[in-house]
């Protein structure tokens, strides 16, 4: 199993800022994935994040906007650039173990 | 591409009224299908993982079911503590495919006392 946490747990910033969530797992895994979830919406996959190369990103979702880092195994920054109320939603870090996958607590974003 | 697709979407209960929950899929080469309980702005919170058709598990008043299609995730008599958003997901990669998760949108439940 796997233990993530996940900070901050949640935050209201300001439009045009920037917010820097930060996951840690107990033990090392070759990838991390970063959810975006939507009011009333299910988890979106933004990027899946691997040590040592460039994160890759889904669909619709690009680096300038949600820069990602990786610098060891064990740990991963999810940046969300630019800061608009339609990013006002549920971010979450997780990582994928043989039998389901981990989830972070999630970080609450509300953009004013 | 992987598919799951949860129905209802919304549902309310009164505390113990019986009922399922759906989740349809479409998969290449399933390794695993999990479902989750999300409480609202915290993180899924993992219940089962079912493996092959005809796999069935239970914990408390929920019972989880699998066949080649779908999956029913059973409440008897609910309680208002039961009251979340059930995520039914699918892991694939058994044939070649992607192992990364795909989510179904949920099944939001009120569980009313």
């Known amino acids: 199993s796997a233990v993530i946490s996940q900070k901050p747990s949640r935050d209201i910033c300001q439009r045009g800022t920037s917010l820097t969530i930060q996951c840690q797992v107990d033990?090392?895994?070759?990838?991390m994935f970063w959810y975006r979830q939507q009011p009333g919406q299910s988890l979106t996959l933004i990027a899946t994040?691997?040590?040592?190369?460039?994160?890759?990103?889904e669909s619709g979702f690009v680096i300038d906007k949600f820069p990602i880092s990786r610098p060891n195994l064990t740990f991963s920054t999810l940046t969300v650039s630019n800061l608009s109320p339609e990013d006002s939603s549920i971010y979450l870090c997780?990582?994928?173990?043989?039998?389901?996958?981990?989830f972070g607590q999630g970080t609450r974003l509300t953009v004013v | 591409e992987d598919q799951v697709t949860q129905s209802p979407e919304a549902l309310r209960l009164q505390e113990g009224e019986s009922s399922s929950l759906n989740c349809s899929y479409t998969?290449?080469?399933?390794?695993?299908l999990f479902w989750y309980r999300q409480d609202p702005g915290k993180g899924p919170e993992f219940l089962f993982t079912?493996?092959?058709a005809g796999e069935e598990k239970e914990k408390e008043r929920l019972k989880a079911t699998l066949t080649k299609k779908e999956s029913f995730l059973h409440i008897t008599a609910p309680k208002p503590e039961d009251s979340a958003t059930y995520l039914c997901?699918?892991?694939?990669?058994?044939?070649?495919?992607?192992?990364?998760?795909?989510f179904g949108r949920g099944t939001s439940l009120i569980v009313h006392p």
């Open positions: 997780s990582v994928v173990g043989e039998v389901r996958a981990f």
């Open positions: 033990s090392q895994v070759t990838m």
């Open positions: 994040a691997n040590q040592g190369s460039e994160a890759t990103y």
């Open positions: 998969v290449s080469g399933l390794r695993g």
């Open positions: 079912l493996y092959s």
């Open positions: 997901a699918v892991q694939g990669g058994a044939s070649g495919g992607s192992y990364i998760p795909t």
